[in-house]
């Protein structure tokens, strides 16, 4: 039996190790992982989904994509054709934006958002060493932050803010958190809830998506 391909993005300037502890049955799936390029000048992003496309190498592949990575295998399935769309910590449009990213596509505040302290993680832990949440999620960070150009960043932040789909696609399969901060549920519709996930769970709720991401594959 030949087995189907799947491919992860992870999220915003993340590594592909934010998907170490997803497993799936391996007589079944046979998992791939996309990285972030570096944005060509003020590049679109349909245009920046193209060029990920080229590093998908099979046919009819399942996207799975966490957060920005939600909004990139939307992109992704406009320019291949998809078995499946799975977002996990995501929206499936502009409209599902919470009102403080709306707030910041009408004023272009994202413009002035200080993109640079995030290439800073090193400092940032050193500083906040004697606040042991902090320096946790700061060794967090430290660990999947794969991208700290500020290019990059500037581009990233620009991009989902500004993203043009206003109706979502019903096909996209929607996983969420019920307690994610980033991308609030009220905001939300048609979801499938996690208790107590947050913008994170793609690490710490892996075990609840080890044991329901195999019957979403299949359904």
């Known amino acids: 039996m030949q087995t189907i391909p799947v491919y ?3 999220g915003l300037a993340a590594s592909p190790l934010i998907f170490e502890n997803i497993h799936l049955p391996e007589h079944l799936y046979e998992c791939f992982y996309l990285e972030w390029l570096l944005p060509v ?6 245009d920046y989904a193209k060029r990920i496309a080229q590093n998908i190498k099979h046919d009819n592949p399942i996207l799975i994509g966490v957060s920005f990575g939600g909004v990139i295998v939307q992109e992704l399935s406009r320019v291949i054709e998809a078995r499946k769309v799975i977002i996990i910590s995501s929206v499936r449009c ?3 934006f919470p ?6 596509k009408m004023t272009q505040a ?7 302290l995030m290439t800073r993680v090193d400092w940032l832990a050193k ?8 320096s946790r999620r700061l060794n967090l960070y430290e660990k999947f932050l794969s991208v700290r150009d500020k290019k990059y960043l500037d581009w990233a932040l620009k991009s989902i803010i500004l993203w043009d789909r206003a109706v979502p696609d019903e096909n996209v399969v929607h996983i969420h958190g019920d307690a994610d901060e980033v991308f609030p549920p009220k905001y939300l519709k048609n979801f499938i809830p996690v208790k107590g996930g947050k913008h994170i769970m793609i690490i710490n709720k892996y075990k609840w998506l080890n044991e329901n991401l195999p019957q979403l594959l299949a359904d």
């Open 127 to 134: 500083v906040a060493v004697g606040n042991n949440v902090i």
């Open 99 to 104: 009102r403080r990213m709306r707030f910041a």
């Open 110 to 116: 994202y413009r002035f958002f200080p993109t640079g």
């Open 41 to 46: 000048g003020n590049e679109p992003l349909a």
């Open 94 to 96: 502009n409209a599902e």
């Open 8 to 10: 992860f993005m992870p």
